[in-house]
């Protein structure tokens, strides 16, 4: 219920008022003058405070002075007698967020502060996402001490306060999303909205009305004029993902509104001037994609004017404890488990693992452990990984004296019941059904290769 502390001198008007806003829902406070309002004040701020101006022990512009020094977010509405919009003029300076004449409509009053409070809420409900937004993507919520990483958050930084259009690169799973994020969330325009579209998943019709919006009657279900991701993003910063994965015709249409700031929506005939910061994301190389001719090297060159590579883990292997230790806490927390650490041996397979699916692989390979883990570290049974971890499998199958078939295949039965057990989040019969074998036969292999799991 919010609070409104109600001022006004005549009885009669602050029961009428009194009795009209409780009915509304309000939890009102009636006071009938300076000094009671003063005496409310104390007790603690209102949501909003309805002030006459004209109070017979003192002057009310001095109530809303007060309320806006000590808590500026109260919504004011000022009553003012007819003729004086010289002082209602100065309410409005002082923070009054609106102000009536007498005489008034009740209902005008309900109206108004109705009108007021939802801004107000809005006005905080928009700050609070800013924040959020800011504190979630700040710089240090990028993990990495490797070179390769210290110096590509070095050139973020550097690059952030102006407004060069930014190419970010990088196998899938590097972090590309989480980089223009802390982009955008260190730049001037942080205030201003971080909007991002996946070009990769739309088809094309669809994509040009999510990125230009559209007027009403463009298309058969376009029932109402919609404004566009870029309209959604002036001021802000819009991230263009997976652009690689863009059609000739729409690159066409990128090019237009990355070199001109200015877009039109589908069926419509304005330009719409745009004030927007371009970040745009690829996992496949945008020169090769020029070079076969499926990118359109003119779009290319006006993205790539800064380029950013986010480089693969297994370039930055010391950034691996780290993250794994940080995904570990994280799912630790979230899942309420009493897991402290991860065993000396399972970070030494974390370790020399390739991690093709990058940073988000480990996430995930991390989080499966976590479930799974019933003692107090997590223990390389645990680690379900691709078949990249295949020890002397992909990489060392040379045949030569030290290769052994039993120990080779024994290997990828190994890491296939290791998948097979992740996939089926560790209930044996799922898993053997998943592999093609019986049960009996998954549970003796299982025992063969200590897969220690806990009578189930
Ligand atoms: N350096 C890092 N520190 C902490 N978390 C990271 C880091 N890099 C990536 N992550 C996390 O890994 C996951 C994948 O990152 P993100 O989505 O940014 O990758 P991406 O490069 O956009 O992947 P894709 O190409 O598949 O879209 C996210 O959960 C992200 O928070
Ligand atoms: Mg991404």
New binding site residues.
């Given amino acids: 219920m919010k609070k409104v502390l109600l001022v006004d001198d005549e009885p009669s008007m602050r029961e009428l008022l009194c009795l009209m806003l409780r009915k509304d829902g309000y939890e009102v406070q009636p006071a009938e003058g300076f000094e009671s309002a003063r005496r409310a004040l104390a007790k603690g701020p209102p949501d909003a405070l309805v002030t006459d101006l004209k109070l017979p022990d003192g002057d009310g512009m001095e109530i809303l002075r007060q309320v806006k020094s000590t808590a500026p977010e109260t919504v004011v509405v000022v009553i003012t007698a007819f003729g004086s919009t010289q002082t209602a003029i100065e309410a409005l300076k002082l923070g009054a967020h609106d102000y009536l004449v007498k005489p008034f409509d009740v209902e005008e009053l309900k109206i108004v502060l109705r009108n007021a409070l939802e801004r107000q809420e809005l006005k905080e409900e928009n700050l609070l996402l800013k924040a959020e937004f800011r504190s979630r993507h700040t710089l240090d919520?990028?993990?990495?001490v490797a070179p390769v990483?210290t110096k590509m958050i070095t050139a973020l930084r550097a690059v952030a306060p102006n407004n060069s259009t930014v190419l970010?690169s990088?196998?899938?799973?590097?972090?590309?999303?989480?980089?223009?994020?802390a982009l955008h969330a260190i730049s001037p325009r942080r205030d201003a909205a971080f909007v991002s579209v996946?070009c990769g998943a739309l088809p094309d019709t669809l994509l040009e009305s999510e990125l230009f919006g559209h007027v009403r009657g463009a298309f058969t279900d376009a029932h109402q004029s919609k404004r566009g991701l870029f309209e959604a993003a002036h001021h802000g910063s819009i991230f263009l993902?997976?652009v690689g994965e863009t059609s000739p015709a729409m690159q066409v249409k990128l090019l237009r509104a990355v070199q001109e700031r200015r877009v039109r929506r589908v069926g419509g005939t304005e330009e719409i001037e745009i004030d927007v910061r371009i970040i745009a994301?690829t996992?496949r190389s945008l020169e090769e994609l020029v070079r076969e001719r499926r990118f359109r090297e003119d779009l290319y060159y006006r993205l790539n004017v800064i380029p950013l590579r986010?480089p693969p883990l297994r370039e930055r292997r010391e950034?691996i404890p780290?993250?794994a230790d940080?995904?570990l806490r994280r799912f630790v927390k979230e899942m309420g488990k009493n897991l402290a650490a991860i065993s000396e041996n399972a970070m030494r397979l974390l370790l020399d693992y390739d991690w093709p699916?990058?940073?988000?692989e480990?996430?995930n390979v991390v989080e499966r452990a976590v479930v799974l883990e019933t003692t107090s570290q997590i223990q390389p049974e645990r680690l379900i990984l691709g078949l990249a971890a295949i020890p002397g499998g992909s990489q060392n199958d040379d045949l030569g004296k030290e290769f052994s078939l039993d120990a080779y295949l024994d290997d990828i039965e190994l890491k296939l019941l290791r998948k097979a057990l992740g996939q089926s989040g560790g209930d044996r019969s799922h898993a053997a059904r998943l592999l093609g074998i019986t049960l009996r036969s998954f549970r003796y292999r299982t025992k063969k290769h200590h897969l220690g799991l806990d009578s189930k």
Avoid: P, T
């Fill in positions: 919520r990028i993990i990495g990483m970010i990088g196998e899938s799973g590097v972090g590309k999303e989480l980089v223009a994020k996946n993902d997976e994301a996992n986010v950034d780290l993250l940080h995904f699916g990058n940073v988000r480990l996430e």
